[in-house]
């Protein structure tokens, strides 16, 4: 197995390609991953996902623990489903030349070292809600596209009860011609639906626990969107807005990384 001194040292030499050497160190992060690592400070250089910390089910001792060694290894750190516990547990072990960023509609918060910046890649994400009580799933997929590079565009509470709330907003991420869009919906479901059906955009599904009844919890939304017969419609868990923004990012950051520019 190369060193990293080796890998560029052939590079130097024109014995290694860049795509080559790009492979080679993929690989040898999953290696590395296999052998000894708990966190996986790779991940976001294999497949283009952060680690993500999963706050809930943590004391907060572990979590500032797993934070600590995360961002030192890192320079930055990505924590969802945060209790406000949690949150003022972190604020008050974080150092001060930490940059400390917290988003209370999505519960997530964000902390990284002053040299630690986002690079823009120029992908472009709309995101949709049917109902206000859906915006803090879509916040928790806004928070982590940004954290990926992404302009994120948003359109909150233009559900299908009062469907003619949906089409300036459509129009706009149209003309602006994002590469996916997200949509999170309880009860039915029927947005992302709707909007799968009038656009020729990659869309996610996201359906969230604002129901009740018999299809309580989501379970409704979920097998609507699951049911649906509008192609080109994808959809993740129930509330997750993070595999949403997730997915909606790796397919914007791929489209902006080949994308040809219009003369």
Excluded: W
Excluded at 34 to 57: Q, T
């Amino acid at each position: 197995m190369m060193t990293l001194r080796e890998v560029l040292e052939k590079i130097s030499r024109k014995e290694l390609s860049v795509e080559e050497a790009e492979r080679f160190l993929r690989f040898q992060a999953i290696e590395e991953i296999g052998s000894c690592a708990k966190i996986d400070v790779n991940r976001e250089f294999r497949n283009g996902i952060p680690e993500i910390i999963l706050a809930e089910g943590k004391s907060a001792k572990d979590l500032i623990e797993i934070s600590s060694k995360l961002l030192s290894k890192s320079g930055r750190v990505i924590i969802s489903r945060c209790s406000q516990e949690q949150i003022e547990a972190l604020r008050g072990t974080t150092r001060k030349k930490d940059i400390f960023q917290i988003n209370e509609r999505a519960k997530m918060v964000i902390i990284r070292k002053t040299n630690a910046s986002v690079k823009k890649t120029g992908g472009k994400i709309g995101i949709l809600t049917a109902g206000t009580s859906d915006i803090g799933v879509a916040e928790e997929a806004k928070v982590l596209a940004e954290e990926l590079g992404c302009e994120v565009l948003t359109a909150y509470d233009v559900g299908v009860a009062g469907i003619h709330r949906l089409m300036a907003p459509l129009k706009d991420f149209i003309l602006k011609d994002v590469d996916a869009i997200i949509v999170a919906a309880g009860r039915e479901g029927a947005l992302a639906s709707v909007v799968a059906g009038l656009v020729d955009t990659p869309v996610i599904g996201v359906p969230t626990s604002n129901s009740f009844g018999f299809g309580e919890k989501g379970l409704g939304a979920l097998m609507s969107m699951l049911q649906s017969c509008s192609l080109g419609l994808a959809v993740v868990n129930i509330d997750g807005g993070v595999a949403a923004g997730a997915v909606a990012s790796s397919i914007a950051n791929r489209a902006a990384k080949f994308r040809i520019p219009h003369n």
